[in-house]
């Protein structure tokens, strides 16, 4: 008895031992996400909407009307729909479906000229081998199409357009070519001209032989034609690169060409008649630029800014395999004038030091090595936006994005990662105002998913925006290294406030996206945040029970 009783005592004393253990195993969890749970930011005024009947679409366009209302176009199949949303009521307030394009229609875009919106769509004819492209305005009133109109018609068959190379462009196809899409659209400063562009099929296929031909067409804001034709250029495609167009408020169309004869940048502006009258800037073209976007400014004239690189470089890892990578060295810029005069040309380079923050520590050394050589840079960053401000200062914002094939748990898949991003400042005489680094690091296996980043124009604040892991609230440019995001798995809808005038960044927490009020977001992208008034944004998200909803995000 009394034996029994001490294995019954100590079994007792045991059981209690062990649930005392396990209470302060899970007092010490608790603790240890607790510390992660992040209070949200008092900036921001986060609401959700009435939800509406989802809508399965392939491609997705957002318009703000500027009247407290946006629209939704969205297209698969042969089919578009419409919706128009209360941005004050918070719920859709009609919404229409079109399956009458004809057969073969292929969507190119959807744009908003001032307070007119098109939808764009081409047609292959097949006899004549050649492509009619066609506008149908949207009425934003009766959130209807109108009837569709002939614009454009050309000779013959079309090439496709150049990809960027960005990860987050879903129309990206292989080849770096842009998958059906055949037209480009530039718009003027002041939206009042648009300019389509297209590039004509060569006849031969020896480059030294084909001179390269473009379409160059400029309509009005209410796509009335100005003035439209295929122009054959003074060069063949084995002389020149094309680089960039754009379109000026006198309806002049513009063409920037890398000349590999020269070896350097020309300018080439095509007037009404066709005739072209090109400039030579005088800048070298030996450093490498992977993409130069261009936008007019207020008076006219036009910025050129891309990210430059010493080169292409080769990596190799055992496990991953070898890579081509694009290391930036600093920032490119030049402005010229409607007549094709140099007017700016400056170069601000990556510093050692910006280089290396938000890096672990093998990879200071490499940047510390390299800089030796003059190679330090910064991997496989994008110009993503590139915004001309009233006062004709610009904002730049660039983000690391690479595809990679390398093990996901215990297999071995392409692994999407955007890291790091960049906002940079150039003053409206060229100067450098301020350079930041926004530290933020996140992967997945299902393309771009709810990966990238937005850019969120303000007025005395511009936001960046992003979906990152709750251990990575107190990480800024200062230093650490920021815990990756595994796409898919929740997180926290993120951004970085930064102060136009000084450059002082702030993070801040919008939303944790399990948790938006009662409801959690499935699905969504942050790349396509819609701004609706100098201080209110929207993103559309899928909340299950084939149900959408939008959040709105207002700046207080």
């Given at each position: 008895?009394?034996?029994?009783?001490?294995?019954?005592?100590?079994?007792?004393?045991?059981?209690?031992?062990?649930?005392?253990?396990?209470?302060?195993?899970?007092?010490?969890?608790?603790?240890?996400?607790?510390?992660?749970?992040?209070?949200?930011?008092?900036?921001?005024?986060?609401?959700?909407?009435?939800?509406?009947?989802?809508?399965?679409?392939?491609?997705?366009?957002?318009?703000?009307?500027?009247?407290?209302?946006?629209?939704?176009?969205?297209?698969?199949?042969?089919?578009?729909?419409?919706?128009?949303?209360?941005?004050?009521?918070?719920?859709?307030?009609?919404?229409?479906?079109?399956?009458?394009?004809?057969?073969?229609?292929?969507?190119?875009?959807?744009?908003?000229?001032?307070?007119?919106?098109?939808?764009?769509?081409?047609?292959?004819?097949?006899?004549?081998?050649?492509?009619?492209?066609?506008?149908?305005?949207?009425?934003?009133?009766?959130?209807?199409?109108?009837?569709?109109?002939?614009?454009?018609?050309?000779?013959?068959?079309?090439?496709?357009?150049?990809?960027?190379?960005?990860?987050?462009?879903?129309?990206?196809?292989?080849?770096?070519?842009?998958?059906?899409?055949?037209?480009?659209?530039?718009?003027?400063?002041?939206?009042?001209?648009?300019?389509?562009?297209?590039?004509?099929?060569?006849?031969?296929?020896?480059?030294?032989?084909?001179?390269?031909?473009?379409?160059?067409?400029?309509?009005?804001?209410?796509?009335?034609?100005?003035?439209?034709?295929?122009?054959?250029?003074?060069?063949?495609?084995?002389?020149?690169?094309?680089?960039?167009?754009?379109?000026?408020?006198?309806?002049e169309a513009k063409m920037l060409v890398a000349n590999r004869d020269k070896k350097v940048y020309e300018a080439i502006?095509?007037?009404?008649?066709?005739?072209?009258?090109?400039?030579?800037?005088?800048?070298?073209?030996?450093?490498?630029?992977?993409?130069?976007?261009?936008?007019?400014?207020?008076?006219?004239?036009?910025?050129?800014?891309?990210?430059?690189?010493?080169?292409?470089?080769?990596?190799?890892?055992?496990?991953?395999?070898?890579?081509?990578?694009?290391?930036?060295?600093?920032?490119?810029?030049?402005?010229?004038?409607?007549?094709?005069?140099?007017?700016?040309?400056?170069?601000?380079?990556?510093?050692?030091?910006?280089?290396?923050?938000?890096?672990?520590?093998?990879?200071?050394?490499?940047?510390?090595?390299?800089?030796?050589?003059?190679?330090?840079?910064?991997?496989?960053?994008?110009?993503?936006?590139?915004?001309?401000?009233?006062?004709?200062?610009?904002?730049?914002?660039?983000?690391?994005?690479?595809?990679?094939?390398?093990?996901?748990?215990?297999?071995?898949?392409?692994?999407?990662?955007?890291?790091?991003?960049?906002?940079?400042?150039?003053?409206?005489?060229?100067?450098?105002?301020?350079?930041?680094?926004?530290?933020?690091?996140?992967?997945?296996?299902?393309?771009?998913?709810?990966?990238?980043?937005?850019?969120?124009?303000?007025?005395?604040?511009?936001?960046?925006?992003?979906?990152?892991?709750?251990?990575?609230?107190?990480?800024?440019?200062?230093?650490?290294?920021?815990?990756?995001?595994?796409?898919?798995?929740?997180?926290?809808?993120t951004t970085y406030k930064i102060n136009l005038a000084t450059g002082n960044m702030e993070k801040h927490s919008i939303?944790?996206?399990?948790?938006?009020?009662?409801?959690?977001?499935?699905?969504?992208?942050?790349?396509?945040?819609?701004?609706?008034?100098?201080?209110?944004?929207?993103?559309?998200?899928?909340?299950?029970?084939?149900?959408?909803?939008?959040?709105?995000?207002?700046?207080?």
């Amino acid at each position: 008895m009394y034996k029994l009783y001490l294995v019954e005592n100590y079994s007792i004393i045991n059981q209690t031992n062990k649930m005392k253990k396990l209470s302060l195993f899970l007092v010490l969890i608790l603790s240890y996400f607790s510390s992660f749970t992040q209070e949200l930011s008092n900036d921001f005024k986060v609401s959700v909407g009435e939800p509406y009947q989802v809508i399965d679409a392939g491609s997705k366009e957002y318009i703000s009307l500027d009247n407290g209302y946006a629209l939704m176009v969205k297209m698969g199949r042969g089919v578009v729909n419409i919706q128009k949303y209360d941005i004050n009521g918070m719920k859709e307030v009609a919404r229409n479906t079109y399956d009458d394009l004809p057969k073969g229609a292929i969507f190119q875009n959807v744009l908003k000229l001032n307070d007119n919106v098109y939808y764009f769509y081409l047609i292959y004819n097949k006899k004549e081998k050649n492509f009619t492209l066609y506008s149908r305005e949207i009425d934003t009133e009766a959130t209807s199409f109108k009837q569709a109109v002939e614009i454009i018609k050309t000779s013959r068959k079309v090439t496709p357009v150049e990809a960027t190379g960005e990860l987050t462009d879903a129309k990206v196809g292989l080849a770096g070519m842009v998958r059906d899409i055949k037209f480009d659209f530039h718009k003027s400063f002041d939206e009042s001209k648009l300019l389509i562009t297209y590039r004509l099929y060569p006849k031969s296929k020896n480059d030294a032989e084909n001179y390269d031909e473009i379409g160059f067409f400029v309509f009005d804001n209410k796509i009335s034609k100005q003035w439209g034709s295929e122009v054959k250029l003074p060069y063949t495609e084995k002389q020149i690169n094309n680089v960039a167009y754009a379109v000026g408020k006198n309806g002049e169309a513009k063409m920037l060409v890398a000349n590999r004869d020269k070896k350097v940048y020309e300018a080439i502006t095509v007037l009404p008649s066709g005739e072209t009258k090109v400039s030579d800037l005088g800048i070298s073209t030996d450093q490498l630029v992977k993409t130069l976007k261009v936008n007019e400014t207020a008076n006219g004239n036009f910025i050129y800014a891309g990210f430059y690189a010493n080169g292409i470089e080769f990596t190799f890892n055992p496990f991953t395999g070898g890579n081509f990578k694009f290391n930036a060295n600093g920032l490119m810029l030049f402005e010229i004038d409607n007549d094709g005069k140099l007017v700016k040309n400056k170069n601000y380079e990556f510093t050692k030091e910006f280089i290396q923050q938000n890096l672990n520590e093998r990879l200071k050394k490499q940047v510390e090595e390299r800089e030796k050589d003059g190679k330090a840079g910064i991997f496989d960053l994008y110009l993503l936006d590139f915004v001309v401000k009233d006062d004709n200062s610009c904002v730049f914002i660039g983000e690391r994005q690479w595809l990679v094939n390398e093990y996901w748990g215990t297999q071995k898949k392409a692994v999407y990662h955007f890291g790091n991003a960049v906002a940079i400042k150039v003053d409206a005489n060229g100067e450098l105002a301020w350079m930041k680094k926004l530290p933020k690091n996140q992967a997945g296996v299902m393309g771009s998913g709810q990966m990238g980043i937005s850019y969120m124009e303000g007025k005395e604040n511009d936001y960046v925006a992003f979906v990152d892991n709750i251990k990575n609230i107190e990480l800024d440019a200062s230093g650490g290294i920021p815990v990756a995001h595994k796409d898919g798995h929740g997180g926290y809808l993120t951004t970085y406030k930064i102060n136009l005038a000084t450059g002082n960044m702030e993070k801040h927490s919008i939303c944790n996206l399990d948790q938006i009020e009662s409801y959690k977001a499935y699905q969504f992208k942050p790349t396509r945040i819609l701004k609706v008034s100098p201080n209110e944004f929207l993103m559309e998200i899928y909340i299950k029970d084939k149900k959408d909803t939008m959040v709105k995000f207002k700046v207080n």
